[in-house]
């Protein structure tokens, strides 16, 4: 559903540049409407607040944590949450979040968080294990509240909280993803009042109670999100004031508006294109950081959608049911013309599902494995699988009809465009026709399964098991009716084996192994084809942000991260010093800066999942 990031990217051409010097200027952003669109060039404030404007390509699909799984929207969710445990920023393992320490029993079937007792809501209440025990159970007794992450609870067996500070989780097996928990614990007391999460979207009433580094005090859909500063958040206030998060729907114009000063950042839909980025090079008081991403982009084949009760629903193509067609589209993929005519090298050649920045899950085919482009072969494999040309060279289905795939196409994504003309050439000359479907919304046509292919891909988190989950049969959903977990429909029987001994192995190396086992089995179904692992490539204003901190410390990325690091950490350009907090990070992109260790580790120090969830896009 292209919507995240958790849900999508990743690397090549590693290059990040230090800072420039910054002038001093106090921003203030006047919001884009749509009677109003246009954004006002940034000004100092009358009243001395310092605000940070972030320019967005996506949209917000929910405020509700229970719901949403686009980037931008779970982006925010870190802003306005804590999680029990977070990612260090310099190296992305588990430290202290809303729980300070995590234990398991000796066979590791029970966990034992200890909360922190400094954390409190916008309100003023105290944050607890309440809290946490309520979000746990509520996820695991309403399906509505389960629809973004309810595979994180599904071997829950029970949740309490025997005391304010103190959160025990029973497991009814092994679960490798205890100290990665992606989850937003939300105060109890707000939400219980909440009568159908399958609908609450959390969009009505400002501010929004909350225990994160900022707090949510305005939304209007598809224009902007508007967050102030938690003066009493634990790790210490954020730099800025305000944060605010605008929604440009043509990408050009966001980067305009960063040339003029109306934003502070500008990231893409969800990175620059090339020429974006060229263009803003060497321009005054503008930082271009190119580094590698945390997503994959892919092409995405419509399984023959269908709900955990069986039933069939959509119309994706017939052919498609037939691996060797599969095969045989993605043989005539030429990804290098992708990465070089395309992203123009800032990117890697897609090969395994999780993407190369996670080495220890990195995963590619072997030579006699691996679909390398090959038109003749492909055309072979078309032939074999009885889908053979007529005499004017178009191949045709089982009904005689010419074979022409719909392909769900992102309108704001140039990217998707560009390689869906190259589509239409490629597979033009195999004698099949292509019909781009670029719509503004591609989540209504996607979750009815009215597609053939769609481009795809989402974020990944350091812990993978999110973007894996989203493949097993389990996230399906329950009838065609209602929203499943459910990426693209894939439910194979194989795959599920395999993610449930993943989730179950707490040795890193043999979880490690069988998740590229996974890997290997998506690779062959040949339902999701990873064509790149794209840069992050986003620009800033270095007279307007002085500092900010990039994840991972060493060529990572700022928008998107999994936590709430480069927003929390960023220094206004008139800021005397980097930071009057001891926990600030404070690192200038580009520059190794002096990371600071947070808080000791508990004794399972493990990774976790998608940050944005997420992310997905």
Known sequence: ?????????????????????????????????????????????????????????????????????????????????????????????????????????????????????????????????????????????????????????????????????????????????????????????????????????????????????????????????????????????????????????????????????????VAGSPSLTPAQAESLKGADDIQVNDAPGRRFYALATNPGAKAKNGKKFGDGHPSLLDQRVRNALFRAVDREAIIDKVFRGHAVEGEGYLPPRFQDYFWKPSADQKLAYDPAEAAQLLDRAGYKKNGDGKRVGK?????????????????????????????????????LNCLDNVTDPW???????????????????????????????ATPEETGATDNFICDKKYDELYARQLAEYDPAKRADIVKQMESRLYDLGYMNVMAYPNAVEAFRTDQIKSITTMPAKAGNIYGQDGYWSWWSAVPADSGGTSDNASSTGVVVGVVAGVVVLAGLGAFAAMRRRATAEERE
């Open 399 to 435: 009904d005689g009809k010419p074979i022409t795939y719909r392909v769900l196409c992102h309108a704001t994504d140039p990217n998707d465009k560009a390689v869906g003309k190259y589509l239409q050439e490629w597979w033009g000359e195999l004698g099949i026709g292509v019909q």
């Open 447 to 477: 979750l009815a399964g009215k597609y053939d292919l769609a481009f795809d891909g989402w974020s990944v988190n350091p812990d993978p098991d999110f973007v894996l989950s989203i493949h097993t049969c389990g996230a399906l959903p």
């Open 1 to 265: 559903m292209g919507t995240n990031d958790q849900k999508r990217s990743l690397p090549h051409g590693l290059r990040l540049v230090a800072l420039a010097g910054a002038a001093a200027l106090t921003l203030t952003a006047t919001l884009a409407t749509p009677l109003d669109p246009a954004p006002r060039q940034a000004r100092a404030a009358d009243d001395g607040k310092k605000v940070l404007t972030v320019a967005v390509a996506q949209s917000v699909d929910s405020l509700s944590p229970f719901l949403a799984v686009r980037l931008l929207s779970t982006s925010i969710h870190r802003l306005m949450y804590e999680y029990l445990t977070n990612y260090d920023p310099k190296d992305n393992h588990a430290i202290p979040g809303l729980a300070t320490k995590w234990e398991p029993s000796p066979d590791k079937l029970t966990w034992t968080y200890t909360i922190r007792s400094n954390s409190a809501w916008s309100d003023g209440q105290q944050a607890t294990a309440q809290d946490a025990a309520w979000t746990f159970n509520k996820m695991m007794t309403d399906s509505g509240a389960a629809t973004a992450n309810g595979s994180y609870v599904g071997n829950f067996r029970r949740v309490t909280a025997p005391s304010p500070t103190k959160l025990v989780i029973e497991l009814k097996k092994p679960q490798a993803t205890m100290a990665a928990l992606d989850v937003p614990i939300v105060p109890k007391h707000v939400w219980e009042k909440v009568s159908d999460f399958s609908e609450f979207n959390n969009d009505k009433n400002f501010p929004v109670v909350g225990n994160g580094p900022f707090v949510l005090s305005g939304y209007k859909a598809d224009s902007y999100v508007r967050l102030k500063a938690n003066k009493t958040f634990w790790r210490g206030s954020p730099k800025f004031d305000e944060l605010v998060f605008r929604y440009y729907k043509d990408q050009d114009a966001a980067v305009s508006a960063l040339r003029k000063g109306e934003v502070s950042f």
